[in-house]
């Protein structure tokens, strides 16, 4: 087993409840996540609440979106948790977390993706790392983000 834990942050020109709708609610995430863009025909179900505790997310794609699921765990005005299982390319599941600061000029957001990976992934971690494997994703999803979040609501 390999642990690992990769963050990255930014500034969003918004109020905290605004950040904190766009990542609630993983309706709002096709706008702004790094990984949907890898398969314009994925399949996504949307099942429990409809945002916050209890909110699931499935999808199943080609080879590069892979398949798996998602469900907000924890939901607070200054982080959500997000319990993440992947079934393809590679079983494996993590951690998301999403915290949440008001500061001048917007809100601060911090992206955390933490978990082990074991087996074949966990071998090619010694060659590749997840923070050379995921980190440019997060930061190329967090500039979506900020695009997005300095819309005003319902225009996304």
């Not at 951690?95 to 071998?123: E, I, K, P, R, Y």
Request: aromatic share 8%; proline share 4%.
């Amino acid at each position: 087993m390999t642990d690992y834990e990769v963050s990255r942050s930014a500034i969003l020109q918004c109020d905290i409840g605004r950040a904190h709708a766009l990542l609630d609610d993983f309706h709002e995430w096709p706008a702004w996540s790094p990984w949907e863009e890898l398969d314009p025909d994925m399949t996504r179900t949307y099942s429990g609440a409809e945002s916050g505790v209890g909110a699931r997310y499935a999808w199943s794609g080609n080879k590069r979106a892979g398949a798996g699921s998602m469900e907000i765990t924890e939901s607070s005005p200054e982080h959500i948790g997000v319990a993440l299982e992947f079934l393809k390319p590679f079983k494996s599941r993590s951690t998301v977390s999403f915290d949440l600061t008001t500061v001048a000029g917007g809100t601060q957001l911090t992206w955390t993706h933490a978990g082990s990976v074991s087996g074949v992934m966990g071998l090619m971690t010694k060659f590749y790392s997840m923070e050379k494997a995921i980190a440019p994703d997060m930061e190329k999803g967090l500039a979506k983000l900020a695009t997005v979040a300095a819309r005003p609501a319902g225009t996304d």
